[in-house]
Every structure is written in structure tokens, then in C-alpha cells.
């Protein structure tokens, strides 16, 4: 992997104020990438709101001399992910590689679990991804060149016990 460049290449990573998003984020600027973090900056159960995740992870980027820009909107819904392509448009003026790395954590027994908190799960992990590759791939599409990586945990494969 030392030889894994992203020079010149504008990345959206979902997910990318905390852990491995965060990872990502770094990693990809310090290998040449211009990088937008969204991330809205909610707790795990995807409470509340704070800019500060992807604010901060934006500033450590910029003080190891990359570029990067914070996008603190939601994308899981449609209009969400509209925004983000239009933001990594407007700001980079391209986009060439989507990270769908956003998810909130729901614990309990599947008897437990109230609807409306199932729809916001699938809304982060599921749903917005496709919300993220319809507008992204008609950019990717027009230039010829596009990547997708969509993320899981290990709890989405097997269960949390």
C-alpha cells in the first residue's frame, strides 16, 4: 500500500468525524487527496448534532498541508446526498471516489426495537448509499472514472451479542 497514491483525486467519506472514517480521511489526504468529511457529529445512537468531529479531523488534515472540507449535512436522505456531490462540485469541482462509512448503533433484543429508530438505521447504512451513487455515478459516469467502497461493521454481518 505505500505506493497508493489519491493525487489530484476528490474523496467523499461518510462517517468521517470519528474512527475509521476519521482513519480514512487522513490517510487518503496525506496520500494526495482532496477530501470532504461529512460527518453530522451525532452520538452512536445518531443523537444530536456538532460540527465538531469533521471540523477538527478538516483542521488536522490542513495542518499536514492537505486539503479538506468539513460537510456536516445528513446523507441519509436524498436531498443529503444531492447536497454532498453538489458540495464536493462546488468546492473541488469533480468527484471521483465515494467512502460510504456512516452508521449509528442501535442495541438491544430485535423484540425491542421501535420502528422509527429501525428506519433511521436503514436510512444511515442502506439508503443513503444509494442516495450517494445515484447523483455521484452520473458525475463519475460523465468523466469515465468513479469509485464506490461501502462500509459494515462486523455487527451487520453477524449480530451483536
Known amino acids: 500500500m505505500k505506493g497508493?497514491?489519491?493525487?489530484?483525486?476528490?474523496?467523499?467519506?461518510?462517517?468521517a468525524g470519528r474512527g475509521l472514517g476519521r482513519s480514512y480521511a487522513i490517510e487518503i489526504a496525506r496520500r494526495g487527496g482532496r477530501v470532504l468529511v461529512n460527518d453530522v457529529?451525532?452520538?452512536?445512537?445518531?443523537?444530536?448534532?456538532?460540527?465538531?468531529?469533521a471540523d477538527e479531523v478538516v483542521a488536522k488534515i490542513r495542518a499536514q498541508g492537505g486539503e479538506a472540507v468539513a460537510v456536516h449535512q445528513s446523507?441519509?436522505?436524498?436531498?443529503?446526498?444531492?447536497?454532498?456531490?453538489?458540495?464536493?462540485?462546488?468546492?473541488?469541482?469533480?468527484?471521483?471516489?465515494?467512502?460510504?462509512?456512516?452508521?449509528i448503533w442501535r442495541d438491544g433484543p430485535v423484540a425491542a426495537i421501535d420502528f422509527d429508530d429501525l428506519r433511521r438505521v436503514m436510512d444511515v447504512h442502506l439508503m443513503a448509499g444509494f442516495f450517494l451513487a445515484v447523483p455521484a455515478y452520473q458525475i463519475m459516469a460523465e468523466r469515465g472514472y468513479g469509485r464506490f467502497v461501502f462500509t459494515s461493521s462486523i455487527s451487520g454481518l453477524l449480530g451483536y451479542s
Open 4 to 15: 497508493v497514491r489519491f493525487d489530484g483525486r476528490v474523496v467523499l467519506i461518510t462517517g
Open 41 to 53: 457529529g451525532t452520538s452512536r445512537a445518531g443523537n444530536g448534532n456538532s460540527a465538531e468531529p
Open 75 to 103: 446523507c441519509g436522505t436524498a436531498e443529503g446526498g444531492a447536497d454532498l456531490v453538489t458540495c464536493a462540485l462546488e468546492h473541488f469541482g469533480t468527484l471521483d471516489v465515494v467512502i460510504h462509512n456512516a452508521g
